[in-house]
């Protein structure tokens, strides 16, 4: 079991700038994919950004260039940071961890989310 813990969201004008953290109550970033994901009323949760146990990032079109993925390892933290932020930036924002181990078992796990609102 593991447990993800967000913090960092607020309200924000727009071209300002936010950090998530999630923290994870386990060392889980040498096998775990990490993933930040949004929702916003009354919209389909869509993914934001990824950071896999290599160190590869994979990122929305929407937030490249703007947005970026890290972890810090020693705090079993993952970290979004969020720049020149827009209205429709506005959602919750969700932790996730994935893995699939090599016998197909699956493991996901959520975080609570975050309020983010950018005002225009």
């Known amino acids: 079991q593991v447990q993800l813990v967000e913090s960092g969201g607020g309200l924000v004008q727009a071209g300002g700038s936010l950090r998530l953290s999630c923290g994870a109550s386990?060392?889980?970033?040498?096998?775990?994919?990490m993933g930040w994901y949004r929702q916003a009323s009354g919209k389909e949760r869509e993914l934001v950004a990824a950071l896999n146990s290599g160190g590869v990032t994979n990122y929305a079109d929407s937030v490249k260039g703007r947005f970026t993925i890290s972890r810090d390892n020693a705090k079993n933290t993952v970290y979004l940071q969020m720049t020149s932020l827009k209205p429709e930036d506005t959602a919750v924002y969700y932790c996730?961890?994935?893995?699939?181990?090599?016998?197909?078992?699956?493991?996901?796990?959520w975080g609570q989310g975050t309020q983010v609102t950018v005002s225009s």
């Open positions: 996730n961890a994935a893995v699939k181990y090599r016998d197909n078992t699956r493991y996901e796990y």
């Open positions: 386990r060392s889980i970033f040498s096998t775990y994919v």
